[in-house]
């Protein structure tokens, strides 16, 4: 049984907020000497669950590198100028971002070519306020995957297995915390004994995983 790692260096420590709507980050304690840039993958139980993502900010701190690591590319901080659409569908102003945060759309996500408005104007500001305003138009939830891609569509909250053991219960902050038995499992946009999960909080610490599952109340 392999442990997690990022970038093939032992992961310590890890807080990983997966929400809903937006891209997921990571804050990371890594056991290595060596700096860590560009490309990031959290890797756990030898890729049953893999995160891709890029490194945000981070530096060495006593033989440990310490950083946070974003979904996708890094790129929807990215501040696109102003550019006015006429008669366009919504696919491409979304094509555009893309090409210009160097993101990718995922195979499962809607591609809003179908979505054509008489005008659009896209005000100067990072690319991720322009999902959300596509959000917004289409009614549509976009997030970052765990491949690093960026997906829009309407979340099915399809029933997941329970490989878990649930070790805490707060019903009325509705969130519910379980022991994964190997890698951890729970996303948003998944339903897990009769609860929709709409964020979710992974904790490593000393080797032993936690998750924290926020959602709605089980019907």
Same mark, same amino acid.
């Given at each position: 049984?392999?442990? $997690?790692?990022?970038?093939?260096?032992?992961? %310590?420590?890890?807080?990983? #907020?997966?929400?809903?709507?937006?891209?997921?980050?990571?804050?990371?304690?890594?056991?290595?000497?060596?700096?860590?840039?560009? $490309?990031?993958?959290?890797?756990?139980?030898?890729?049953?669950?893999?995160?891709? @993502?890029?490194?945000?900010?981070?530096?060495?701190?006593?033989?440990?590198?310490?950083?946070?690591? *974003?979904?996708?590319?890094?790129?929807?901080?990215? *501040? %696109?100028? $102003?550019?006015?659409?006429?008669?366009? $569908?919504?696919? =491409?102003?979304?094509?555009?971002?893309?090409?210009?945060?160097?993101?990718?759309?995922?195979?499962?996500?809607?591609?809003?070519?179908?979505?054509?408005?008489?005008?659009?104007?896209?005000?100067?500001?990072?690319?991720?306020? *322009? =999902?959300?305003?596509?959000?917004?138009?289409?009614?549509?939830?976009?997030?970052? #995957?765990?491949?690093?891609?960026?997906? #829009?569509?309407?979340?099915?909250?399809?029933?997941?297995?329970?490989?878990?053991?649930?070790?805490?219960?707060?019903?009325?902050?509705?969130?519910?915390?379980?022991?994964?038995?190997?890698?951890?499992?729970?996303?948003?946009?998944?339903?897990?004994?009769?609860?929709?999960?709409?964020?979710? *909080?992974?904790? #490593?610490? @000393?080797?032993?995983?936690?998750?924290? %599952?926020?959602?709605?109340?089980?019907?």
């Amino acid at each position: 049984m392999s442990g $997690p790692t990022l970038n093939d260096r032992p992961l %310590l420590v890890a807080v990983i #907020l997966e929400p809903l709507v937006g891209r997921w980050t990571a804050q990371v304690e890594v056991d290595t000497d060596a700096n860590i840039a560009g $490309p990031a993958t959290l890797d756990f139980e030898g890729g049953t669950v893999r995160l891709v @993502g890029a490194v945000h900010r981070g530096g060495l701190e006593a033989g440990r590198w310490l950083g946070t690591i *974003v979904g996708g590319t890094g790129g929807l901080t990215t *501040v %696109l100028g $102003p550019k006015a659409y006429r008669l366009a $569908p919504l696919g =491409l102003v979304l094509t555009d971002l893309l090409t210009v945060t160097s993101e990718t759309l995922s195979s499962t996500s809607e591609t809003l070519d179908a979505w054509t408005v008489p005008q659009w104007q896209r005000i100067q500001g990072a690319a991720l306020n *322009v =999902l959300h305003r596509l959000s917004d138009e289409t009614g549509y939830t976009w997030r970052i #995957l765990r491949d690093g891609s960026v997906w #829009l569509g309407t979340d099915t909250f399809a029933e997941l297995d329970a490989r878990a053991d649930t070790v805490g219960a707060f019903p009325d902050l509705g969130m519910t915390r379980i022991a994964p038995r190997t890698a951890p499992f729970a996303r948003p946009g998944t339903t897990i004994g009769g609860v929709q999960i709409h964020d979710v *909080v992974t904790r #490593l610490d @000393g080797g032993s995983i936690r998750q924290e %599952l926020w959602g709605a109340a089980a019907a």
